[in-house]
């Protein structure tokens, strides 16, 4: 994967997570196969997302990148 | 053959770039009349979400966003092989092509405001108790002052409520200026005044930014996080028509759909 994409952005790991686990087009459907345990872990990441006042929490957390506020 | 779906491009044409998604397979386009689903093949569950899988998940709609509309997809689609994958294109194509139309040659901005609502309520009070000195040294009856201290709660709720309008407007002025669409939302928490995001022309992307350092300037003794360019994940409509195509409608699609244009994608791979 190529990091600088994400890298050359103002952006932080919190914001791709609202985006890509909670956004965008959802297709439902007996075609679609759903993994069971996303919903989960989801959830229990939806609990981190909900507040930016959180975010100063998560840093340092293994699973949070660097918060970049706007320069 | 399962098959993990990224995005919906306004293109039916192979993808020239090699692009690589998760568990480093390749992702191709399969193309459905003269749109596309972007796909790489995946053969187990993914184990969980970890920060890996997510950053592939967006980093292949990103590229996708230099050279396509994209209508991003939520993490962890993954359909039953491609004959699912096109009755799935089938069921959704107008409404896939309908936000494509809305989102060609725009980009996604999020900006948050953090405000000091401690501060900004200490200023409220401050200013009441300074207009209402006289009341407040009075020697109430316990029920009066119970009401009062209600009354005291409810116009400093109203007033802070009312400072939060004032700044979202102003701020959301020099926003909308450069913006085709908006989704603002107010108070989610006490400090986070302002969670909103944008729909922005790329031709205007400079003008959106000069108008938030603008706005960052005038405050700043506010926090703020302005994140973008992204895909329009936040500016999908799916109208509930979906899957309820006519069947004439869907016996005109399936007459657009070649075996050509189904076979692109698998001579990508």
Known sequence: MDNAVTRSKDITLLEILDRVLDKGVVISGDAVISVADVDLIYLGLKVLLSSVETMEQLRGSPFVGPMQEAK | ?269
């Open chain 2, 1 to 269: 053959m399962k098959l993990y779906l990224y995005g919906i491009i306004d293109s039916s044409d192979r993808i020239k770039d090699s692009i690589y998604g998760l568990e480093g397979a390749s992702v191709y386009n399969i193309p459905f009349c003269n749109i596309g689903a972007i796909v790489s093949e995946i053969n187990q569950p993914i184990q969980g979400v970890t920060k890996g899988t997510v950053l592939e998940h967006e980093a292949v709609t990103e590229k996708l966003m230099a050279n396509f509309a994209v209508l991003p997809v939520r993490f962890q689609t993954i359909i039953d092989g491609r004959d699912n994958l096109l009755s799935v294109m089938q069921s959704y194509y107008k409404d896939f092509r309908d936000n494509l139309d809305r989102v060609r040659n725009k980009v996604e901005f999020g900006i948050k405001v953090i405000w000091p609502s401690d501060k900004i309520k200490e200023q409220i009070i401050n200013t009441y108790k300074e207009g209402n000195k006289k009341v407040l040294i009075s020697s109430d009856s316990p029920n009066k002052r119970f009401i009062r201290k209600k009354f005291e709660r409810y116009v400093i709720n109203e007033e802070f409520q009312k400072r939060a309008n004032k700044y979202i407007k102003v701020m959301d002025i020099f926003f909308s200026k450069f913006a085709a669409e908006k989704k603002t939302e107010k108070l989610k928490t006490e400090n986070l005044l302002m969670d909103a995001v944008y729909l922005v022309e790329k031709d205007k992307e400079r003008n959106f930014r000069e108008a938030f350092e603008h706005v960052k300037s005038a405050r700043p003794d506010f926090k703020y996080l302005f994140s973008g360019p992204w895909p329009a994940y936040n500016f999908v409509v799916l109208s509930k028509k979906s899957g309820l195509l006519r069947d004439s409608e869907q016996a005109d699609l399936l007459d657009k759909v070649t075996q050509d244009q189904i076979l692109v994608g698998a001579d990508s791979i």
